[in-house]
């Protein structure tokens, strides 16, 4: 049966991921966003299963106007301000577009009898990591900004679920990554230095681990918790249940790309970028419930993920 799925930032890097998920399966999906790529619009005009809306999700008239246009079955949200660093310090903007959107779309679907929410949350609501491995019940006490306003949208949702009947689920991943990353980070940052021939050097940070996941994973692990019947629970940690370190990913990147000189310096410090500390402890987020409730099994290890990362990256960077 053919479903009408509404993606926000569905002109996001991972929102786009998912929209063309989901059109390869057979649904038909509503792509919001406040700028319409031209990528999506190019999808659109070869797939007439995709329809785009320039969308500020804090516009309220705006936002019920495709909900009273489209009959939409389901809603996958992944509009947000994203990044530690990113939202460090625009607190009020970053209140706007994580949590003010937030609210206004639960309540459009409260208003509109609209059930199901996928939303895409983060492993940076735990804060600091009090073990190696830590699954959905772990403390969720965050230490940034980005972290604390996703927690609350989180907390909104569970309102919205006891109060109004949502089902409100939320997927905590990790570091995401893959081709095409908009952010200047790793991976991205070591294997674009790679392929152009030129020696990098992070400044410290070796020892630093953390669940690093494929792009494919994360969406595979998104449509899976939109595709279930019926939840016991409303948080699912999607990732790899393995903590892969810097220095990993800069040992995967030089096996790979012959003549590599991609180096990591360890201060013992965290992993620190432009001079600031980015990350509270880190380790790997328990992937068990989502196994068991889900199905869900990540295809890609790091090797595999950085591999088919720098395969995608060749062509934008001259490499044969």
Same mark, same amino acid.
């Given at each position: 049966m053919t479903r009408t799925i509404m993606v926000t930032g569905g002109c996001g890097w991972l929102g786009s991921a998912i929209v063309r998920n989901l059109l390869e399966r057979g649904d038909k999906v509503v792509a919001t966003d406040i700028v319409v790529s031209s990528e999506m619009k190019s999808l659109a005009e070869t797939n007439s299963g995709l329809s785009l809306e320039i969308c500020d999700l804090a516009e309220w008239? *705006?936002?019920m106007d495709i909900f009273r246009?489209?009959?939409?079955?389901?809603?996958? $949200?992944?509009?947000?301000?994203?990044?530690? +660093?990113?939202?460090?310090?625009?607190?009020?903007?970053? +209140?706007?577009?994580?949590?003010?959107?937030?609210?206004?779309?639960f309540e459009a679907m409260r208003q509109n009898r609209?059930? &199901?929410?996928?939303?895409?949350?983060?492993?940076?609501?735990?804060?600091?990591? +009090?073990?190696? @491995?830590?699954?959905?019940?772990?403390? *969720?006490?965050?230490? =940034? @900004?980005?972290?604390?306003? !996703?927690?609350?949208?989180?907390?909104?949702?569970?309102?919205? =679920? &006891?109060? $109004?009947?949502?089902?409100?689920?939320?997927?905590?991943?990790?570091? @995401?990554y893959g081709p095409h990353l908009p952010r200047l980070r790793l991976p991205r940052t070591f294997i674009e230095a790679a392929l152009r021939g030129e020696p990098f050097h992070q400044q410290d940070g070796a020892r630093f681990a953390v669940d690093q996941v494929y792009i494919d994973d994360t969406v595979s692990g998104i449509l899976l918790a939109l595709d279930k019947q019926s939840h016991r629970f409303d948080a699912y940690n999607v990732a790899t249940g393995v903590a892969s370190s810097i220095a990993d990913v800069a040992e995967a990147v030089n096996r790979t790309i012959p003549g590599a000189r991609i180096t990591v310096g360890?201060?013992?410090? !965290?992993? &620190?970028l432009d001079e600031t500390i980015v990350s509270a402890d880190k380790g790997a987020l328990d992937i068990g419930r989502a196994r068991s409730e889900l199905g869900y099994e990540p295809k890609y290890d790091l090797r595999r993920g950085i591999e088919a990362t720098i395969a995608a990256t060749r062509a934008n960077v001259g490499q044969a």
């Open positions: 008239p *705006q936002l246009h489209y009959s939409i079955d389901a809603v996958i $949200h992944a509009a947000a301000l994203v990044g530690v +660093l990113q939202v460090a310090d625009i607190p009020l903007k970053a +209140l706007r577009a994580n949590v003010e959107c937030a609210v206004n779309l609209i059930k &199901r929410v996928v939303h895409i949350s983060t492993e940076e609501t735990y804060g600091d990591f +009090l073990s190696p @491995v830590i699954d959905e019940e772990h403390p *969720q006490k965050p230490v =940034s @900004v980005y972290g604390l306003t !996703k927690l609350a949208a989180e907390h909104y949702g569970r309102v919205y =679920s &006891r109060n $109004h009947g949502l089902e409100c689920i939320n997927v905590r991943t990790c570091w @995401v360890d201060s013992g410090e !965290k992993y &620190r």
